[in-house]
């Protein structure tokens, strides 16, 4: 039994709450999250001695006086050794907490999945949920689901592999709120983060431990370019194009012509395709527009709307082993990283430059948190990040003169401007 006596509010103080949970007394709670109220009847079972939740529902069609009779009843049903929500479930002619936790997470995957962007996301979810819920959870009944035991699949892997454990998290919490909304289980979600495992579990960012992509430092990257330019891989060609871009391997692994604008010279990722979710604007330089003159002799392979870095398969994107390969051989060294190559950029802005930071960071297609910062820039300064680019093109290039200008397009019916390699051909990584 509750240790609060009942009665500690009045329909005054519930109507003025503030969020969070609040007790009445004699095992009744209400949920404050905002403009909703709800109800809930907390107590042990009298059959497992685990702590449940039955709720009772909203504020707005249960008043405080009907929520204290329902409580009172729950109380007395304790008193003969019964389970509330057992006895709620026996009235309804139902079987008790029928589907298991495996259950409805397969039927939630099956009928989200759809509607995922990535088709790799649904055996992600099963794989992680088979290797660290399914041992746990899988059998037991939804209904029956609490803290403990969130906790006891979060804990062993919340500081050894943070960045699992929270995909996790978030992926108990939708499939209980999944299960809420079928009404195969009642109270609050056991596995929400805010206002609840919060005040539980370390901050995420507390524990992780941050690995940084290995990068290249700015003042030694002149010669590995210089490099890359002696190599006519398409790889290589990729390599330097994430170089002259500071943009992410994927988005140039897997840029589509379409995407290409050669008269205007810019370059527009798409939304879906961009980390933020929102469509960035590459200002093209003329060593970037070079390579593509280079590698447009390859547009044929697939049709118009093909790769503009394929792979050696028609229809496939250029891997990432390539590029990476032909960083590593420009280098010397397998201690760098494509993506690092993008820390490289943020570096020489920051320390060769008079290029203002929301400048660089818009470069990089980075969001931006600050109110006064994101208003300031409420444009993409366009113009801007193509004067830092071009800077940024003639650093690289070991040169302090303008840019060459762009080299004539070149005849589709001469020689190749390119060769392939056996690290190129085969599966692209997707």
């Known amino acids: 039994m509750s240790k609060l006596p009942p009665n500690q509010m009045n329909a005054r103080k519930v109507a003025s709450l503030k969020d969070g949970v609040h007790g009445d007394g004699g095992n009744l709670w209400i949920t404050v999250r905002g403009d909703t109220r709800a109800w809930t009847f907390r107590y042990k079972s009298p059959k497992t001695g685990k702590r449940r939740e039955m709720g009772l529902g909203p504020a707005r069609d249960i008043s405080l006086a009907d929520a204290r009779l329902r409580a009172?009843?729950?109380?007395?049903?304790?008193?003969?050794?019964?389970?509330?929500?057992?006895?709620?479930?026996?009235?309804?002619?139902?079987?008790?907490?029928?589907?298991?936790?495996?259950?409805?997470?397969?039927q939630y995957i099956t009928e989200q999945a759809p509607g995922w962007k990535d088709p790799r996301s649904a055996p992600m979810w099963r794989s992680s949920l088979e290797r660290h819920v399914y041992p746990v959870l899988g059998s037991r009944p939804i209904g029956s689901v609490q803290t403990e035991d969130v906790l006891a699949v979060l804990r062993p892997i919340w500081e050894s592999t943070t960045e699992t454990a929270t995909r996790l998290r978030g992926?108990?919490?939708?499939?209980?709120?999944?299960?809420?909304?079928?009404?195969?289980?009642?109270?609050?979600?056991?596995?929400?983060?805010?206002?609840?495992?919060?005040?539980?579990?370390?901050?995420?960012?507390?524990?992780?431990?941050?690995?940084?992509?290995?990068?290249?430092?700015?003042?030694?990257?002149?010669?590995?370019?210089?490099?890359?330019?002696?190599?006519?891989?398409v790889g290589a060609l990729a390599a330097r194009f994430v170089c002259l871009t500071a943009t992410r391997s994927g988005e140039v692994r897997k840029a589509l012509w379409s995407e290409i604008d050669l008269k205007k010279q810019i370059w527009t990722i798409p939304a879906e395709r961009m980390k933020a979710g929102r469509e960035h604007r590459v200002p093209l330089t003329s060593g970037a527009m070079a390579l593509l003159y280079k590698v447009q002799t390859l547009r044929s392979r697939s049709g118009e709307d093909s790769f503009v870095f394929?792979?050696?398969?028609?229809?496939?994107?250029?891997?990432?082993?390539?590029?990476?390969?032909?960083?590593?051989?420009?280098?010397?060294?397998?201690?760098?990283?494509?993506?690092?190559?993008?820390?490289?950029?943020?570096?020489?802005?920051?320390?060769?430059?008079d290029f203002p930071r929301e400048v660089a960071e818009m470069a990089l297609a980075h969001a931006i948190g600050d109110k006064v910062e994101a208003a300031y820039r409420r444009g993409d300064l366009f113009n801007r990040r193509s004067e830092m680019m071009h800077a940024w093109e003639r650093f690289c290039a070991g040169q302090s003169s303008e840019a060459a200008p762009v080299p004539?397009?070149?005849?589709?019916?001469?020689?190749p401007l390119f060769t392939w390699k056996d690290s190129e051909i085969g599966d692209p990584d997707t």
Do not use: C
């Not at 709620?88 to 259950?103: D, I, L, N």
């Not at 004539?408 to 020689?415: F, K, M, V």
């Open 171 to 233: 992926r108990m919490e939708r499939i209980l709120d999944y299960a809420q909304s079928h009404h195969w289980r009642e109270g609050e979600n056991p596995a929400r983060w805010r206002g609840h495992l919060a005040n539980i579990l370390p901050k995420p960012t507390a524990v992780t431990k941050v690995v940084h992509h290995a990068a290249l430092p700015y003042r030694d990257l002149p010669p590995v370019y210089s490099r890359l330019g002696a190599e006519h891989g």
């Open 408 to 415: 004539p397009r070149p005849n589709p019916d001469s020689a």
């Open 310 to 353: 394929p792979g050696g398969r028609v229809g496939s994107p250029l891997s990432d082993v390539a590029v990476s390969k032909a960083l590593h051989q420009a280098a010397g060294t397998k201690d760098v990283t494509i993506h690092g190559l993008r820390s490289s950029f943020r570096d020489w802005a920051a320390e060769e430059t």
């Open 72 to 106: 009172t009843e729950n109380r007395r049903l304790l008193l003969e050794g019964l389970d509330p929500l057992e006895e709620k479930a026996r009235q309804k002619g139902e079987t008790v907490q029928e589907r298991t936790f495996a259950q409805v997470a397969e």
